[in-house]
């Protein structure tokens, strides 16, 4: 599922691929994914504007366009960018194709069709609107303002990290990650943590997270081109600890299946 590090990497292949150029046509492979939106009123708000800057909050990517208003993009569980050609054929699960100034174009594919696609006046209302927290890598979210959002959540870590309207941008896969780097259970109680440990909670999320946009996530087998010593590379049944050598374990956490290692990540 894409999280802040695959979406980041979306954004930053949206500024290389689109940034200063116009939105000459848009095709609508799949009408679902505009959900509200016609297909008539997505392309009245885009055809002939100017992608001038993009934006991502979480797991939200915006894209600015010139007079104002964004084209807002989630992706769901299986959404990605993917730079195309005008009038090739669409790559496989393409849902919409914005044509671009210069023959270039960009897909948005989506096996799943969990993502949606809309159109937003104001970037800052909009976050408010889907409730959001403060982005996991936002310089503005310090370890002082981190330290009284954690203080302020109930349940175990790993719900809290994922927590969208606390912190945006962490998922399953990173949440695990976080919690592995900062050798704690992904069941204990928040409440739980002294300073030390949510100090060492908000490095590993700042670490894991920019580590995995600097090594390419989202792109084909990428987790090969991250550390040795992280999780991830081992985060499956039969899997060893990268740090002990110990068996991974998994527990599941509100339907989703979380792996850590009982010896490096002690409950208590
Ligand atoms: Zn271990």
Partial sequence: MPELPDIENDRRLLDRQARRK?????????????????PAEFRRGTIGRRIVSSRRHGKHLLVGLDKGGWITLHFGMTGALVACKSESELPPFTRLRL???GGSAL???????????GLAEDADQFIAAERLG??????????????????????????????QSRIAGIGNTYGDEILFQARLHPELPIRHLDAAAITRLYRAMRRVLKEAV??????????????ASYLLRHRQTGGHCPRCGGPIAMLRIGGRAAYYCPRCQPLA
């Avoid at 996530?217 to 991250?226: C, I, K, M, P, T």
């Fill in 22 to 38: 116009i939105i000459r046509a848009v095709e609508v492979a799949d009408d679902r994914v505009l959900r509200k939106l016609s």
């Fill in 99 to 101: 044509e671009l100034s």
């Fill in 107 to 117: 897909c948005y594919t989506d096996p799943r069709r969990l993502g949606h696609i």
């Fill in 134 to 163: 403060p982005d996991a890598l936002d310089p503005r979210l310090t370890l002082a303002r981190f330290r009284t959002i954690v203080e302020g959540a109930r349940g175990n870590a790993k719900s809290v990290l994922m927590d």
């Fill in 214 to 227: 600097a090594r390419g996530a989202g792109s084909e087998n990428f987790v090969d081109h991250l550390p």
